[in-house]
């Protein structure tokens, strides 16, 4: 690794550039923001002021044919609407493309200066067979289409790190998910995907943990693929279990109810099983994948990172995602790139990833995988 200090010195002109670029584009990206905003909100308090306060409005706001205001007739009032918000957006969108490409020119000199031997492929991704595999980013995180023709994953970001720790080969990238949901059913009913929507694009506003970047996505973050020391058949999959910290013991109950083949995999680590949950399509496998000391190396993994963590042991690999909330290989465009630590989060993502493969010490017996046989 490099001397950072020096690095962000060499990197200031480019740092400037694209500070410029970023306010530009955030500028055109919050009017956009707010356009839709008004759409939405028009679209829910309009027909409930109508409906609940039609008595107390003048007469001539419920005739449609009032000539009260000629010149402000609903359709002239929409058409310059939108118009203004397809103006905003194209100019959003060139906007956007400057500042990719100059953020891209940084990550290229600052990955090149601080993991010389990794390659970075800006225009290359991880692809959806890939996610799905890991079985990770589905809805429930362990459900799938059936039908194995067809990726129901779409990886809409691009940048790819790829290299060797030791003798360990890993490929790292940017992932923006569209998936499925189970529920989406319910954004066929009146009013609540006017809510579902309307309460997605407020959250950035108030609520740091969204972003922008989030908005249109189920998963946003970084997603490895690297090779594993130990055989196996099976599948195991490791998923925060954010329901034990909410319901406790109950939460293991309407977890075994799963109706996949996997299983609920109970394991002796008592701080392991707070901070995830862990199904497998064989119980045994699991455990020998699963050694004390590799569940607390993940523990450690999790409190070190401080973000929501997956894994997938599967076809002989493992397989991590974790959640950033404005995207891996990325500069935190929410922030001034000059006066915050815009880079030293991007050198943290980066550095923090490469180290995955010593903090589970994946590089142990690599020449020798132990295998698993079943006893009979």
Do not use: C
């Not at 390659?119 to 995180?141: A, F, M």
């Amino acid at each position: 690794m490099t001397n950072f200090s020096k690095t962000r010195a060499e990197l200031l002109p480019l740092l400037e550039q694209a500070e410029k670029k970023r306010k530009t584009y955030r500028f055109f990206l919050f009017a956009n923001s707010l356009f839709l905003l008004a759409v939405l909100l028009l679209g829910i308090s309009i027909p409930l002021i109508f409906y609940l306060f039609s008595s107390f409005l003048p007469a001539w706001t419920l005739d449609i044919n009032s000539d009260k205001l000629p010149y402000l007739s609903p359709q002239l009032i929409m058409l310059l609407f939108w118009g203004l918000f397809f103006v905003f957006m194209t100019v959003s969108n060139k906007a956007k493309a400057k500042y990719v490409k100059i953020e891209k020119e940084i990550l290229k000199t600052f990955i090149a200066k601080i993991a010389s031997s990794f390659n970075y492929h800006e225009n290359k991704q991880i692809n959806g067979k890939n996610i799905v595999d890991s079985e990770l980013l589905s809805p429930q995180g362990i459900r799938f289409n059936k039908n194995k023709g067809t990726n129901s994953i779409y990886n809409l970001t691009h940048g790819l790190l790829s290299g060797k720790v030791g003798q360990t080969k890993i490929t790292m990238g940017a992932v923006k998910t569209l998936s499925s949901n189970p529920y989406s059913y319910f954004l066929y009913f009146p009013l609540v995907n006017y809510l579902y929507l309307t309460i997605t694009y407020i959250r950035p506003w108030f609520f740091k943990k969204y972003t922008f970047e989030q908005v249109g996505s189920s998963f946003l973050g970084m997603f490895a693929v690297m090779e594993f020391n130990k055989n196996f058949t099976g599948k195991t999959i490791i998923l925060p279990d954010s329901m034990e910290k909410r319901i406790g013991y109950l939460a293991k109950t309407f977890q075994s109810l799963n109706l996949n083949d996997n299983q609920l995999v109970n394991l002796e680590d008592t701080e392991f099983e707070n901070e995830f949950v862990v199904y497998s399509s064989d119980q045994i496998e699991a455990r020998y994948i699963l050694s004390p000391l590799l569940m607390q190396r993940i523990t450690h993994l999790k409190n070190k990172i401080d973000k929501p963590i997956m894994l997938s042991f599967k076809n002989n690999k493992l397989y991590i995602a974790i959640h950033h909330p404005y995207g891996f290989l990325r500069l935190d465009e929410g922030e001034n790139l000059i006066e915050s630590n815009a880079l030293e989060l991007l050198y943290e993502d980066i550095v923090t990833a490469i180290d995955i493969v010593e903090d589970l010490n994946l590089n142990t017996k690599i020449w020798k995988k132990e295998s698993f046989t079943k006893s009979v």
